[in-house]
Nanobody, 125 residues
Framework: QVQLVESGGGLVQPGGSLRLSCAAS????????IGWFRQAPGKEREGVIC????????YYADSVKGRFTISRDNAKNTVYLQMNSLKPEDTAVYYC??????????????????WGQGTQVTVSS
């Protein structure tokens, strides 16, 4: 069964850090681009960042540049989102998604093949 499972969300104070994980099962991530998206209450889902199968990173949200990084460990079939200097406006449900293809990171979420169930990130004092 193909599955993506996010973990690592939680409550953190402004300025704090979290590392989200996106673990795949039922398929290997080697030839997939993995994107992180987020959706805050009352807002549309927005792209955050993506890592291609060739390990190239693409930022979709200017607001996270310099604070968020993405990495992958193909041996563990897992992608990570490191989030530093978190702000209250980063509060959202974070989703990872996988799209098949070499060196691809499409901005359109409808393009992605598989989605996780999401993990809540709350930044608040």
């Amino acid at each position: 069964q193909v599955q993506l499972v996010e973990s690592g969300g939680g409550l953190v104070q402004p300025g704090g850090s979290l590392r989200l994980s996106c673990a795949a099962s039922g398929f290997t991530l080697d030839y997939y681009g993995i994107g992180w998206f987020r959706q805050a209450p009352g807002k549309e889902r927005e792209g955050v960042i993506c890592i291609s199968s060739s390990d190239g990173s693409t930022y979709y949200a200017d607001s996270v540049k310099g604070r968020f990084t993405i990495s992958r460990d193909n041996a563990k079939n897992t992608v990570y989102l490191q989030m530093n200097s978190l702000k209250p406006e980063d509060t959202a449900v974070y989703y990872c998604a996988a799209v098949a293809g070499w060196n691809t990171c499409p901005r359109n979420p409808a393009t992605y093949d598989y989605w996780g169930q999401g993990t809540q990130v709350t930044v608040s004092s």
